[in-house]
C-alpha cells in the first residue's frame, strides 16, 4: 500500500498493491492497522455505505455538522473526480479543495476526514461508490455546501451541467455554511 498526503496534508490518497495475473487481481482493500499506522491514530469505522450513479451526476458536497463522518472512499465499477473540502475555521487550509480521480481500473481509495465536505462527479457510463464512515449517518445534522461555490472554485471535470438531487441544487454557499471551529 502507498499513501500519499495530499495539498491537503490530512487527505489521504491510498493505493494498495495489487496482485494480477491471467485469472484476474487479488488486493487487500482495507487492514485496520495499517490504516491506522497510516492515518497516525485509532479510527473505527460504523458504518458503510454504497451508491450507485449514472454519467454527470455530482453528489455534493456533503457534511455533517454535528456527528462528522471521516470517510474512507473508493470506486468499484467506473470512475469519479472525487473531492474534500476543508471546513475547518481554525485550519490553514480552510476553504480549500483536493480533487482525485478514483475508480475500479486504478482501485485508489481516499480518506477524506471529519470537519470536511464530499463529493464527487460520475465521469464514467455509471459508478459504484463504497464509503466507509466513522459515524452514522443523521439527516437532522447533514448539510451541503453548492459544488459550483465561486470561492471554492472547484475545477469540476464537466463536459455538460451535472445532475444533481434537489438539496444539492439549493445548496448554500460557504459564506452562508455552518462550519467547523
Do not use: C
Not at 489521504?12 to 487492514?31: H, W
Not at 469505522?45 to 451508491?51: E, R
Amino acid at each position: 500500500m502507498t499513501v500519499t498526503r495530499l495539498a491537503i496534508p490530512e487527505v489521504l490518497l491510498i493505493e494498495p498493491t495489487v496482485f494480477g495475473d491471467d485469472r484476474g487481481f487479488f488486493f487487500e482493500s482495507f487492514n485496520q492497522a495499517r490504516f491506522n499506522e497510516a492515518v497516525g491514530r485509532d479510527i473505527s469505522f460504523v458504518q458503510d455505505n454504497h451508491s450507485r450513479s449514472g454519467a454527470g451526476v455530482l453528489r455534493g458536497l456533503h457534511y455533517q455538522i454535528r456527528q462528522p463522518q471521516g470517510k474512507l472512499v473508493r470506486v468499484v465499477e467506473g470512475e469519479v473526480f472525487d473531492v474534500a473540502v476543508d471546513l475547518r475555521r481554525s485550519s490553514p487550509t480552510f476553504g480549500k479543495w483536493v480533487g482525485e480521480f478514483l475508480s475500479a481500473e486504478n482501485k485508489r481509495q481516499l480518506w477524506v476526514p471529519a470537519g470536511f465536505a464530499h463529493g464527487f462527479v460520475v465521469t464514467s457510463d455509471a459508478a459504484q461508490f463504497l464509503y466507509k464512515t466513522t459515524d452514522f449517518y443523521s439527516p437532522e445534522h447533514e448539510r451541503a455546501v453548492a459544488w459550483n461555490d465561486p470561492t471554492l472554485d472547484i475545477a469540476w471535470p464537466l463536459k455538460t451541467p451535472p445532475i444533481l438531487s434537489k438539496k444539492d441544487a439549493v445548496a448554500t454557499t460557504l459564506d452562508g455554511a455552518e462550519l467547523f471551529d
